[in-house]
């Protein structure tokens, strides 16, 4: 079983109730981070997971929501990592992501030296293991396996979307991204697609041209719902939800999704869980 925590479903804009965008995948008792997103510790938090306790961060790409905190996860887990020499966080994304991770560690390079000159046992700057790639197999350990593809969220680029297998289940994290068939060629029979989903029919509309453009590289509910559907996926999951999904509206936003796929369709708030078994 591979378990799904929703811990941040919002976007760039700030809102008091959706952290920014993050997902929890819990497979094998390893624990993968995908996106870090404003607040995401403190949704990780909540259940029980603390920056020490992270596997691996995965990136999808390195627009400001998805990497907002990516300094607090670096310092976090440094400072609160008490066994001597700790391994390195591996930090898997796209090209880019390395001098990102440098330069985040750069920013906070005061902070760092704070700490190494009051804490005896902290002598060594936060430890990262960065992986960068687009496409192909990526991670190979206990039983869990990830391998990646680009996905389509042009002019930001390259970024990929995740595939995640453990025990014959599988998930994959398309991240933001219109339909294409990299992205359906990576969800193709998984258990579970976790997406991004944005209501053109309201942002369409907005007489804000730099909202309306946010369209043009993003999948709507529909979309994201036919892209479940090629892959003949067994559930979708949609999150990152733009305009910020309401309370009592969810069943229009499910109507939307069920009208392009047939299986079971998952959202909801922050900290929503979905366990994902494998099909026989
Ligand atoms: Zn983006
Ligand atoms: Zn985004």
Known sequence: MIEITLLGTGSP?????RAGPATLVRAGGQVLLVDCGRGVLQRAAAVGVGAAGLSALLLTHLHSDHIGDLGDLLITRWISTFAPDPAPLPIIGPPGTA???????????????????HHADLDVPPAVQVHEHTDGPVWD??????RVAPTDHR????????RIEYGGASVVL???????????GLAAGADALVHTVIRKDIVANIAQQRLQDICDYHSSVQEAAATAARAGVGTLVMTHYV?????????????LAAGEFGGRIELGDDLHRVEVNGRP
């Open 243 to 255: 305009p910020a999904l309401v309370p009592g509206q969810e069943e229009q936003w499910r109507a």
């Open 99 to 117: 001098e990102t991770v440098e330069a985040t560690l750069q920013a906070f390079r005061h902070d760092i030296g704070y700490r190494i000159a």
């Open 13 to 17: 804009v700030p809102d008091p109730n």
């Open 141 to 146: 350990r206990d039983g869990v396996s990830i």
């Open 174 to 184: 398309a991240g933001d991204t219109v339909p294409c068939a990299t992205l359906d």
């Open 155 to 162: 002019p930001v680029a390259p970024t990929i979307g995740f």
